[in-house]
């Protein structure tokens, strides 16, 4: 006989859905106010960073003949406001918005889920926007393969995720942590993907540099995008598999952080 007072898993899953929104629009009002262009600076924000960086590196000559530095990088610095920014926005969340856990329906795990969204809502909608804007005057092309280039960006989203899942609960567990994240997300940068084409380098280094999933995560983007215009190597059941244990490990510490906060 089904207990007619305990709500159903999508009754639930519904309410958790809006508290999670409710805090999204939250942050919003919080992180951009209502005044001036308000939630515009949603898209706004990472935008000017992306062309900012574009501008400086612009005038440098591509490591490989037929390649804008301009393009390459409209097409690939986006990607690094995901795990990069999206760490910085979540860590210590739990500890800076305790006061909303004494509100019965927000739970520690909606506030860290509403400030990924976020963060990886205005990462996407920027490089959208951007990309449709370069597409239109002549910096970027139209993609080689979309349906490619669309599951390596999503590769890059999940393994964001996982990475920034890790770093929130190792942030609520140590402060050590917390005051050398930088530090970790500076040394990353070889390791994006991003700076360091696979192509650029040599083949006995080029195994080593592949061990990280998200290197492999945006090769296989730029296939998507380039095509036969640039060389690129990856893995994608590898990449699938350690994203996978990422996302398994992040979600086991981030629930002993979360017993952690509410214990204390």
């Known amino acids: 006989m089904i207990d ?20 999204i629009l939250r942050e919003m009002i919080t992180r951009y106010g209502r005044e001036g262009i308000g939630v515009l600076w949603f898209i706004a924000e990472p935008a000017m960073f992306v062309v900012g960086v ?28 995901l795990w990069r920014n999206g760490t910085g926005r979540v860590q210590k969340s739990l500890e800076i918005n305790r006061a909303l856990l004494h509100h019965k329906p ?42 490619t ?19 929130a609960a190792l942030s609520e567990l140590s402060e050590a942590v917390e005051r050398t994240s930088h530090i970790v997300l500076y040394l990353m940068l070889p390791f994006s993907g991003v700076f360091v084409a696979a192509y650029m380098v040599p083949q006995q280094l ?13 090769e296989y983007f730029h296939h998507g995008y380039y095509g036969s215009r640039m060389l690129t190597y990856y893995h994608i059941g590898y990449t699938v598999v350690m994203i996978l244990a990422m996302t398994f490990i ?6 002993v952080a979360i017993k952690r906060v509410q214990a204390s």
């Open 106 to 147: 927000i739970r520690p795990i909606d506030i860290i889920y509403s400030r990924i969204i976020l963060e990886f809502s205005t990462a996407a909608a920027a490089f959208i926007v951007l990309f449709i804007i370069f597409v239109a005057v002549g910096i970027c092309q139209m993609p080689s393969d979309i349906l």
């Open 250 to 255: 992040g979600l086991v510490l981030t629930q």
């Open 206 to 218: 080029r195994d080593y540099l592949l061990l990280f999933p998200l290197v492999n995560a945006v």
């Open 54 to 81: 574009m501008v400086i590196f612009s005038n440098l000559h591509s490591a490989n003949a037929g390649l804008s530095v301009a393009e390459y990088l409209a097409v690939s610095y986006p990607t690094i406001l």
């Open 4 to 23: 007619k007072s305990t709500p159903s898993f999508m009754h639930q899953l519904r309410i958790q859905g809006r508290v999670i929104w409710a805090l």
């Open 149 to 167: 280039m669309t599951l390596g960006y999503l590769l890059i989203l999940w393994f964001s995720f996982a990475f920034v899942m890790i770093m």
